[in-house]
C-alpha cells in the first residue's frame, strides 16, 4: 500500500517544487512520518483494516515527500567540490539508521530478558515500535533547523499543458534509461533473498538479520569511501566497474542453489550475499550526482521524482513477476539470473552516460589563451 502514495504523487511534487523552498516539504514529512506510524501501530493493535491501509498510503506519501526533495536539497546546498561527499553520507545515513534500529530492538529485548521488570510490563514488539517512533518524532527539530538562504530564483508558473516546453524530456529519459532496468532487477532479487536463504539453505530469520546487521554495516563503510573512490579514479570506476562487481558475486551467490547440498555452498552464498550488498549501494550516491548532473538544474526536481517514482512502480510490479515466476516452477537461481540481466544492461547504459557527460563536460571548459597558459605552466 505505501507504494501507491508514492506513484500517485511523486510526480506532480517533482514538478511543484522546481524553484521553491524545501524546508517547508521536510517540516511536513517531519511530522507525518512519526504520526502515520502511530497511525500504522494503533490501527494494527486495535485491527482496523480500513485505517491500517490508509495510515500506509500516508505514510508512504510522507517517506515519499522526503525522498524527492532530498536530491534536488543536497545538489542544490553544495558545490561540485562536495557533492558527492553529502551524497554518500545521505545514502550512508539510511544504513548507520538500520544499524541503531537493530541495536535498540536487541537492547531492549536484552532488558526484557532481564525480568527486571514486573509481568504487567515488557518490551514487547507494540512497546519497541512506540519508541523508535517517538525518536523519529526529533527529526522535526532537525527539519527545523535547516537553513536555505535566499538563493532560490523564482519560476515562471506554467500549465500542465506546457510541460514539454520547461523540461529537457529526451535528456530525462535517457538518464533514467539505466535506473528503469537496475530498479526492476531489483525488485526481483533484494526483497526475496531471505526467503533464497530460507528455502535453500534452511537459514532462520534470525540468522538471516543477522546477516543484514553485517551488511548494513559495511553498506555504511562503502558508502563513505565513495567520494574519494569518485575524485581519484572517476564515474567508470565508481558506477560501472563497482557494479560489475556486485553483479558477478550476486550471480554466484544464485549459483549456489546448484550446489546446495555441498556443506561450503552456504558459505559461498553467505560471503557473496555479504559482499553485493555494499558494492551494488555504493555506486548509489555516485550515480545520483551524475544523473542530477547530467539533466542539469532545471531538471533536477522531476528527475527526483521521477526515479523515486520508478523504483516504487519497478518493485510492485517485480514482486508480481516473482510470484508469477515462482508459479511457473522458476528456480531461485534463474530469476536472480534475469536480475543480472537487467543490471548487465543498466551499467551498459551508465557507461554511455559517462562518456557524454564527460564529453560535454569537457567542451564546456573555457579554453585559455596560449600567453595564460605560459604563465599558468
Known sequence: MRFVGALTFALPLGIYIRGKRLK???????????????????????SIIPL???????????????????LPFIIRSTSEKNSTEALSLSASTWSLSTIFSGLIISGLDWISSLEIFDNNFSFSEYNILWIITIIGLSSYYFAMKIDEGGNEKPIKKSGI?????????????????????????????????????????NLSSSNFSLLGSITAILVFIFSLLVPTLRKKYGYWATIVVVQSFAIIFLIIMSLTELYAYHSYALFVAILAYILRQPLMHMAHPASNELMMNFVGKKNQELISALSSSLWSASWFISAKIFEWLRLLDFRYYEIFSITAAFYIAGVILFGFIINEYEKNKNKSKPVLPIAEELSID
Not at 24 to 46: K, Q
Not at 52 to 70: H, N, P
Not at 177 to 189: H, N, Q, R
Open 24 to 46: 517547508p516539504f521536510f517540516v511536513l514529512s517531519s511530522i507525518a512520518v512519526p504520526l502515520t506510524s502511530i497511525m500504522i501501530i494503533e490501527s494494527i493493535r486495535l
Open 52 to 70: 491500517i491501509q490508509l495510515a500506509f498510503i500516508m505514510w508512504g506519501i510522507g517517506m515519499m515527500v522526503m525522498r524527492v526533495c532530498s
Open 161 to 201: 499543458f506546457s510541460l514539454h516546453k520547461n523540461y529537457d524530456w529526451k535528456i530525462i529519459f535517457r538518464a533514467l534509461s539505466p535506473l528503469i532496468l537496475i530498479s526492476i532487477g531489483a525488485g526481483l532479487t533484494i526483497p526475496f533473498v531471505n526467503l533464497f536463504f530460507n528455502s535453500v539453505f
